[in-house]
């Protein structure tokens, strides 16, 4: 393992060369955004929130997944990238039926939080309101389409970390949705162990524990970097 | 008997074979005229041979792909050179009694013409001359004579230099050196196995040159990817194609078990201690598993989508091995690189384009087909001369080239070369080979409403600009179809372009817009006319609010 020196955002910090561009910002008190990365769980690099300037190169690259390299220049949050961010955002929030009023989640979600770190006070991208179901067969847990962000935590969670597989994606494009099983209702989930991580990974209002009312559901994932900590002891 | 001198007596033996027929009727057994009952024509010519009592001397030969495909069902007599263009059942005892007279006048399509003389053929070498099902007819024709010399006389190094002597770039569309990536797996550090994959899951609308050689010619390929086996050290091959190309996978699977029986696959290939193994894994209809992070997640038996890259599959590909992975036509030219030497290759083309390029020609123009050209010739010269120019008396209007990652070339750059950087410099990119015609008749918009309808369906979902972008792209270019959008519209069009193109993880979103954006560029007007309320009045539209 060696020590890479490199630039992010004007300041000259250092790390090892098996971490990310984010891993190491975040050290020195830079905050890149992120919705799909989770510390504890295999990075995807799919939301693209991360997404960072590298000089010399011409393509925007996401932090989550991009190691460090001796004498990089980044750039985190340039006016193109926030630019590009709220966009992002602004999708999302076309994308399904977000209405962080009447959400169990409202408060506690990543996905709101972000919108008001980047200033999304509205949407200019028309809303497409699709028709989502929400899947309340669990006798503890719920799903709601409407909210999800296609993330794949709980996927991952449940594959990496409790080892079920219960959580899938299935379809594609706008179409694709987050399943379980072989699309089954969750309540009939043969291999789901109702341990909620699931639940408590989830960024957004998607996955939330029944009772609860709107703005109720906070999310509670300190379990995670202790259960990696463990693994890696026990190692 | 060594390897080599047994494809030596092979030929000896087919060509005394053929030198007792005086007469050879060849006949397309490729999909296209397959499709208008070219097998039903092939089998009444063989009848019509044995009525006549000709069977002796005559032989009726299903071959692949001869390029006129809109003239199908093709049937040329390889003697004469005469080449007959939609060819009935009623036809055939004709074409058998004028054997040894005059051609039937009616059926004969000229070969002196811009469509032949213009082609420069290497990766269709054999295609329309050779049987697709026969491995003595590959053989005969110089077939596996590559791999043989490569094993017996030359160093996996060596065949690294030959190939980037050659400057073949990469088929598939982005034009990677090939032999850049040869020597970056040759190179990559493994305990294990290293992997060779042939890409064949070609899906770009209106592009068939991929089915097209491995329909009429699936040896070709399998002799290049085990000759890029050698080159890696890779000892397994797969083949990802398809589902949707039936009788190519029938060919391939075919090819592969007549490889096998010949010893030029399998174990301690020519006496080396080197093998390749070859397999077929079938695509489920996934478009985005042509990208290449997503088409190894497919082989290992995952979901299809695509992975951030780096790690590149050179250095971490299937089951996390150094992967080397080529499209079709890139292992095409392989043999006859290695054949020829690299710098026979290399003389022909452009300065930085080497080689020839296939291309599916289709659309709106005289002679749709499959053609092969130089690279640098212009495309004028493909679309008027060896296409024939636009049927009806119509005018040309743009060529589409790249599929949904390309772009539209209008008139005012139809004397561009054809070449990788040409291409990108006007805003459309080579792409794996479809080129499609348009005439003045077709609406800009509603093209790139139906590349941007095409990406939105075949993106995976993964990312979110892709996802979304591309729907939301979709809906705008619709509003504008039905001639309800606004000067907002399209300006938030255009933003969504800049976020999708930049943002997305993989090339099927980062190339998305490029449909929108090179009709943006060109015929812009078309948008505005899309518009209602009709032209506004700045050069540029207010941002969004």
């Known amino acids: ?235 | 008997m060594t390897l080599l001198e047994d494809l030596q007596h092979i030929t000896e033996e087919e060509e005394e074979k053929d030198s007792k027929f005086k007469y050879h009727i060849n006949i397309c057994v490729a999909a296209g005229c397959l499709s208008s009952q070219s097998d039903v024509i092939k089998k009444t010519l063989q009848d019509e041979v044995n009525k006549c009592g000709l069977a002796e001397v005559c032989k009726v030969k299903g071959v692949g792909c001869m390029g006129p495909c809109s003239g199908g069902p093709v049937v040329a007599l390889a003697e004469s050179g005469v080449l007959y263009e939609h060819v009935k059942v009623e036809d055939c005892a004709e074409i058998v009694k004028s054997l040894e007279g005059k051609p039937v006048e009616r059926l004969v399509q000229s070969t002196d013409t811009p469509f032949f003389k213009r082609q420069v053929k290497i990766v269709l070498e054999n295609c329309g001359k050779i049987d697709p099902e026969s491995i003595t007819d590959y053989i005969a024709a110089g077939g596996y004579r590559a791999l043989t010399h490569a094993l017996a006389e030359m160093t996996p190094v060596e065949v690294v230099e030959e190939v980037k002597k050659s400057g073949l770039r990469g088929r598939g569309g982005a034009g990677y050196p090939t032999g850049l990536k040869w020597s970056t797996v040759a190179k990559a550090q493994s305990s294990g196995r290293k992997f060779v994959v042939c890409n064949a899951d070609e899906g770009d609308p209106g592009a068939f040159m991929d089915r097209s050689v491995l329909e009429s010619d699936p040896h070709r390929v399998l002799e290049g990817m085990a000759i890029a086996g050698y080159a890696v050290a890779a000892d397994m091959g797969y083949v990802y194609v398809r589902a949707e190309y039936p009788l190519a996978i029938k060919r391939l699977k075919t090819a592969i078990k007549q490889a096998e029986q010949q010893g030029v696959l399998g174990n301690d290939i020519c006496g080396t201690n080197f093998s390749f193994h070859v397999e077929i894994r079938l695509g489920a209809g996934a478009f985005v598993c042509g990208e290449e992070t997503a088409l190894l997640a497919s082989i290992e038996g995952n979901r299809g989508q695509p992975r951030p890259r780096p790690p590149f599959p050179a250095i971490k590909g299937l089951w996390d091995r150094p992967t080397l992975i080529n499209n079709v036509e890139t292992f095409g030219n392989i043999a006859p690189i290695i054949r020829n030497g690299g710098e026979w290759f290399a003389g022909i083309g452009t300065e930085k384009s080497k080689g020839t390029k296939v291309f599916a020609l289709a659309g709106k123009v005289q002679n749709t087909g499959l053609i092969e050209v130089p690279m640098g010739v212009t495309l004028r010269e493909i679309v008027f001369d060896i296409g024939g120019g636009i049927p009806d008396g119509r005018s040309y209007k743009a060529v589409q080239t790249g599929g949904p990652s390309g772009g539209c070339i209008p008139a005012e750059h139809l004397d561009l070369p054809v070449d990788y950087e040409s291409l990108a410099r006007v805003g459309s990119i080579m792409g794996s080979g479809g080129m499609i015609v348009m005439d003045d008749t077709s609406n800009m918009v509603d093209v790139a409403k139906f590349f941007m309808e095409f990406c939105m369906t075949e993106s995976c979902g993964k990312c979110v600009p892709c996802r979304v972008g591309t729907a939301q792209m979709y809906d705008l270019l619709t509003k504008m179809t039905e001639k309800r959008a606004t000067p907002r519209d399209l300006a938030l069009l255009e933003e969504l372009c800049e976020v999708v193109k930049n943002t997305s993880l993989c090339g099927l979103g980062q190339t998305a817009p490029n449909p929108v954006l090179s009709t943006l560029e060109y015929f812009r007007h078309e948008y505005y006319e899309a518009i209602t309320g009709g032209i506004p009045a700045g050069p540029a539209v207010e941002a969004v609010s």
Not at chain 1, 45 to 64: D, S, W, Y
Not at chain 1, 72 to 79: A, H, Y
Not at chain 1, 127 to 156: E, G, K, Q, W
Request: proline share 3%.
């Open chain 1, 1 to 235: 393992m060696s020590v890479k020196t490199l630039v992010i955002d004007g300041k000259d910090v250092s790390g090892n060369d098996n971490q990310t561009v984010m891993e190491v910002a975040r050290e020195n008190g830079i905050r890149i955004p992120a919705l799909c990365h989770l510390d504890g769980l295999t990075p995807v690099g799919a939301c693209r929130m991360c997404v960072i300037e590298v000089k010399g190169l011409n393509k925007l690259l996401p932090a989550c997944v991009t190691r460090i390299e001796e004498g990089m220049e980044v750039s985190t949050n340039s006016d193109r990238l926030q630019r590009y961010r709220r966009t992002i955002l602004e999708l999302l929030f076309s994308e399904r039926n977000h209405i962080c009023s009447v959400c169990v989640s409202n408060g506690h979600c990543d996905l709101q939080g972000l919108a008001a770190r980047h200033g999304v006070t509205h949407v200019s991208v028309p809303y497409r309101y699709p028709s989502c179901p929400v899947d309340a067969t669990h006798s503890r847990f719920i799903l709601d389409h409407n909210r999800c962000i296609l993330c794949t935590r709980c996927v991952r969670v449940c594959d990496e970390v409790e080892g079920a597989h219960t959580w899938d994606v299935m379809g594609r494009g706008i179409e694709a949705r987050v399943i379980t099983d072989l699309n089954q209702q969750w309540g009939t989930s043969g291999s789901c162990t109702s341990c909620s991580k699931c639940v408590h990974v989830c960024p957004t209002g998607a996955l939330s524990e029944k009772g609860k009312s709107v703005a109720e559901m906070a999310k509670h994932r300190e379990f995670l970097p202790y259960l990696k900590q463990m693994r890696e002891d026990h190692r």
